[in-house]
């Protein structure tokens, strides 16, 4: 806890922000939380290196710096975009029992992180808004859903409609597909895998499902809960079913119980999932 209250670590493992954007966000937490938020973003948040926020070893080092320091509380993802999967193998290696006490919140691409740390049970992974959320329409509500939380305010960002004994785990769909055969794909044996998208063709989104359904270990989890999936491009001939007809399909045929709607997306509804948690 730093001296000013909740000390929150923002980084941009994969897409860099603007300053602008920083203080917003920043202008925000002070007007709403006052001294029981201090926001941190690092300086690499507004590198640029081609797509990235800077290098693959400069976007390792802040967040291995963040994640270690013991003057920080939790780390939030600046946004989402590519990059999280190029981080160096060896920063998971070097995270210490200050990244073990801290919650990582954030989805998109940062959901790639999410799943390494909780294969390696670091931390407490948490699928949930991102700092650039402040530039949508209503977008101070997805900021204030993690502020609430991080601080003990509230719990009502929590996805409210899959509450189960079984653990949760939320993950954007061409994350989760890429991640499998990897190692940094966790077991999810009896989880709640809660999946969503954004920008992708309906006949992309049915031939992930393929994918994810025809692995093992996702075979084996407790049921698929379909968030939504959001800006679908029209194709030139019409792919004659919906994103949500694919899912129930692909469940159906590899024996996975389809579980309903999940209230996650790549929008300002979208609500925060504990990985792990029930």
Known sequence: MGSSGLTIGVVAPAKGIDRETAEKVTRYAYE?????VELRFHPQCFLRHGHFAGTDE?????FLEYANSPDIDAIWAARGGYGCMRLYDS???RLNANANAKAYIGYSDFGAVLARLYKMQIGRPIHGPVTVEINRTGGEACIARVLDYLTGRSLQGIEPTM???HPRVAINLTI????IGTPWMPDLSGHVLMVEDVGEYEYAIDRKMFTLCSNENIRNVHGIALGRCSDIPENEIAFGMTYEESVQDWCHRSGIPYLGRADIGHDVDNKMVVWGQG
């Open 32 to 36: 709403h939380y006052g001294s029981e």
């Open 176 to 179: 989760i597909e890429h991640l």
């Open 163 to 165: 509450r189960t004994p």
């Open 58 to 62: 400069a976007r390792s080092l802040a």
């Open 91 to 93: 920063m998971f290696e």
